[in-house]
Structure formats: structure tokens, C-alpha cells
């Protein structure tokens, strides 16, 4: 009887190991989950509080499901009014509002929306960035249409930085469907494998489309601040890359700026698997504060520079079922929770950013800075023209009311 109870036992452990090697195939999480469990989060030995830098991304679609164009205005309209209601409650540690980047499908691309987005980070809410969905692609057309939206951007919105040594405006980029560099195993959504190359070409000074876990998409190398270097005959050359580093230089073709991702112990499948935590925002994923406080703990950073923490967070921000979360009380006790855990003065310190100010902070901290990063949002790429009105002078867009 007691060898036929073995028996059964460790039938049942096998089952349920067998269960977990398939969820885990399932999702994707044999690409990243060596990384994550051999990863040590850095431990702080500078005096002085640990600063957070906390930066919103929105994959932002007025488009989103083939919507009309009254659906769209009516999507970009509550943006325009709803966030600075909710913005002006905020203050990070040099008494900014939270910074919201809007990366804008080149796909969808409407003169009115941008210019309501350009009232809206003209006011001091944020910034525009790029975005694009795109399949079966080519690289010069790739290339033709990256170009023809920035120069867009720039000389029609004011909306772009221009770098200061090559008077150029640049961007940061999201890829649509999380395929940068033709990273999806059956080849759809991008179809560029030279991709990399291209958006150096034409201006790019970042990528900040990770994590895309649970998607076949996701980098082997996470948690990261990392310069990628293209591969021409091989998709998915950002899978791994040189860290960032103090004391350090660019290298390869571009900076990928990842979001935190790993395992969520405190928000678990049948109370026993650890869902992913992947740093999407949305009704069905709210941030609770053990969000928040995972984001902070994975410690993304700069070599050498640990008291800097990124968190760079992610959402949809069209999508009528996920509105009401990032514009309303969700998102604001997100916000009370940041403002009240990280930033006492003593142990942290807070600072909203943008896509532009994370960079430009990064990057002082590779050439060695330290102290406040709040001192060096501006560090390599100015402002965008449109930004500025803060300082009284003309403002291109409007905020709707």
C-alpha cells in the first residue's frame, strides 16, 4: 500500500512538473527566466538617498481597433483634458508633475491630434516620441517612412529635440507589436532585419520597447541599459548587448532602455505559479503598490551608478476599457504611493521623466556624474521647441478643454 502511495506521489509531482515546463514554454519565459534567476538586484553603497526615476511610455493609438474619427478625437480629447487633473495632484522632488511620453503611431499620424499632444506637453505633461506598427517591410522604405515622420514631427510640431552637435532632431522609439528588428519567430510585424541600423540612421537616440514578455519577442538579456549592435543577417541582434557604464561610451548602434521585468511572487496563478510582471499598465493590470515596489527592487541601472534607479513603466493608452484606470483612481494612488514610499528626502528621492530626460540622464551617468540626476534631464538633447512655452515664449497646439 505505502509503495503504491510513492507510486502516486511521485506521479503527481511529475505531472505537476511537467505542467510547469509547458507554462513556461507557453509563455515564452525560457528566453528570459535563466537571466532573471542568476541576476543579483545591485546593492546601493553610495551615501545619500537612492533616486527613482520613474518614466511613463505610452504606446499611444488614437486608431486603436479601426475606431472612427469621432472615436479618436473623443480618445486624444480626454488625454488632453483628464491628465493635467490628474498631473497637477502630483510632485516628484523638484516639483514637477508626472511627465507622460506619448510615442505616436507614424501609421496614424492626424495634424489635429498632434497638435492637441503638443498643447497638452507644451503645458509641462510631457513629450512626443515615435511609434510605428509596420509588416513585410522593407529597409528603404523602413527608412523613407522614418524619415518622413520625423521631419513631420519636427517642422510642423515643434515635437522632436534637435541634437545639439549635428542640429538634427532625433527620437526615441517603440516598435509596434514588440518586433523591433524583426523579432517575432514567424517574421511578422517588422520584416527589417537591419532594422537597428536604420533607426541610428535616422535619428534615434533610444529604444524603449521592452519588455515585451510574454511575447516570443522578448530579449534574452533584461533589466538592462544596454547599447545594441546590428546584425544585417539575422533578426533580433538587440537579444543581447554592452551594458551602460560609468566611465563607459557608446557603442554598437543603439541604447535599448528596458522596463523591469521578472517574476511577481505577491500576485500568484492559482495561489501557487508567480504571474509576470512585466510592467504593463491597464484595467486588468492595475499598479498596486507591490507593483511599484517590485518595479523599484529590479534595479535597473547604469553600471557602476546603482543609486540611480530606472523604472520604466508601459501602457495603451487609447483603449477605452484601460482609461478610466490610467486617468483616474488607479494611476493616482500610483502615483501617492511613489510620492509617499520614494521620496522622503533620506532614503529616496523621486523624479518624473520623460523618454528624453531617462536618456539624457543615462547618459550623464556613464560620463561619470552623480548626485542629483534631476540636474541633468537636459544633459546631451535640449528640450523640443514645443516645450517652450514653460518659459513664456511662444507655444505651438493648444489643450483642449
Known sequence: MMAILIGLLLAALLLAAGGVVLLVRRRNMHQWLPAYLRRRRPRHREPGPVHVLFCFVDHFEPRWGGADIETERARVARWCRDYPRLAEG???????????????????YRREHLEALVGLCAAGYGEIEVHLHHDDDTAENLRRTLNGFVETL?????????????????????????????????????????????????????????????????????????????????????????????????????????????????????????????????????????????????GVHVEGRPEWVVVKVHTHGTQEGDMDTL????????????????????????????????????????????????????????PPPMRAGNDGTEVRGHVAS
Open 327 to 382: 486617468l483616474g483612481e488607479p494611476v493616482d494612488r500610483m502615483f501617492e504611493h511613489l510620492e509617499r514610499a520614494y521620496n522622503d528626502g533620506e532614503r529616496y528621492r523621486l523624479h518624473y521623466v520623460t523618454a528624453r530626460e531617462c536618456y539624457n540622464i543615462i547618459k550623464a551617468a556613464e560620463a561619470g556624474e552623480s548626485g542629483d540626476p534631476g540636474a541633468f534631464r537636459d544633459y546631451r538633447l535640449p
Open 90 to 108: 502630483h510632485r516628484d522632488a523638484d516639483g514637477r508633475p508626472p511627465q507622460h511620453t506619448f510615442f505616436y503611431p507614424e501609421e496614424e
Open 154 to 298: 519636427d517642422s510642423e510640431h515643434g515635437a522632436l529635440p534637435r541634437d545639439p552637435a549635428t542640429g538634427h532632431p532625433v527620437y526615441a522609439f517603440i516598435h509596434g507589436n514588440w518586433c523591433l528588428d524583426n523579432s517575432r519567430a514567424d517574421g511578422r510585424w517588422c520584416g527589417v532585419n537591419n532594422e537597428i541600423d536604420i533607426l541610428r540612421e535616422t535619428g534615434c537616440y533610444a529604444d524603449f520597447t521592452l519588455p515585451s514578455a510574454p511575447s516570443d519577442t522578448q530579449t534574452a538579456q533584461i533589466n538592462s541599459l544596454y547599447y545594441a549592435t546590428d546584425d544585417p543577417d539575422r533578426p533580433k541582434s538587440h537579444d543581447r548587448g554592452e551594458p551602460v557604464r560609468v566611465g563607459g561610451r557608446a557603442s554598437g548602434d543603439l541604447m535599448i532602455i528596458q522596463g523591469p521585468l521578472g517574476l511577481a511572487w505577491h500576485d500568484r496563478k492559482w495561489g501557487l505559479m508567480p504571474r509576470i510582471e512585466n510592467a504593463d499598465l491597464r484595467r486588468a493590470f492595475p499598479p498596486t503598490p507591490a507593483r511599484v515596489d517590485q518595479w523599484v527592487r529590479e
